[in-house]
């Protein structure tokens, strides 16, 4: 007798423990979603492998990414100090360009001042020197005549060119004691020769 009240009551218990065991598991599936499964420890492990290798790869990929951040603020760094620089290098370079066109306007006027000045003078010295020469050749006609060689065709050719020279000077031009014109000075030369020929 004892032993069968004890089956009925061992099943009911059992039967009442699982009644709510299947009570839970069906509140828990309704109202919280939860589906209870049955896992065997094996994939548990592999599961749990899986996710330390993947926090062990996320770890060392973040390591890594804040390297790389690292090293592109380095990068960007050094490139706007190079920009800095550059800009620096880039704004002494206008200003110097700009002294060199201002120095280069300043020797330009310098020359052209110097140029006009040395024509100037070249221009005077020429004339200077025309004057002389027709003093010598006002005195090598007056020697001649004194000399009384008046009457060779040398003395009239040179008075010819001595009033060629005053009619000249008389107009205005100036006379470069033939400077630009070689065959007149050699041609005067060979006229004196024949003037102070005996």
């Not at 009551?9 to 009570?23: L, M, V």
Request: proline share 3%; charged share 30%.
């Amino acid at each position: 007798m004892f032993g069968s009240d004890y089956l009925i009551g061992y099943s009911q218990g059992r039967s009442s423990a699982e009644d709510e065991r299947e009570t839970k598991e069906l509140v828990a599936r309704v109202i919280y979603g939860h589906r209870p499964v049955q896992v065997e420890q094996s994939y548990l492990d592999q599961l749990t492998s899986v996710i330390e290798t993947l926090r062990s790869t996320s770890d060392h990929n973040l390591g890594k990414a804040r390297m790389f951040r690292s090293e592109a603020l380095e990068w960007k760094a050094g490139a706007e100090r190079h920009e800095a620089r550059a800009a620096a290098l880039e704004a002494q370079l206008a200003s110097l360009q700009a002294q060199l066109a201002e120095r280069t306007d300043a020797l330009d006027q310098a020359q052209a001042a110097i140029a006009e000045q040395l024509a100037a003078h070249q221009s005077t010295h020429d004339e200077k020197w025309g004057l002389n020469l027709f003093r010598l050749i006002a005195t090598w006609l007056i020697n001649a005549h004194i000399a009384g060689r008046s009457d060779r065709p040398a003395f009239a050719e040179m008075r010819d060119m001595a009033k060629d020279v005053t009619d000249a000077i008389e107009r205005g031009e100036p006379f470069r004691g033939y400077q630009d014109e070689p065959e007149k000075k050699a041609r005067l030369q060979a006229l004196l020769e024949e003037l102070l020929r005996p």
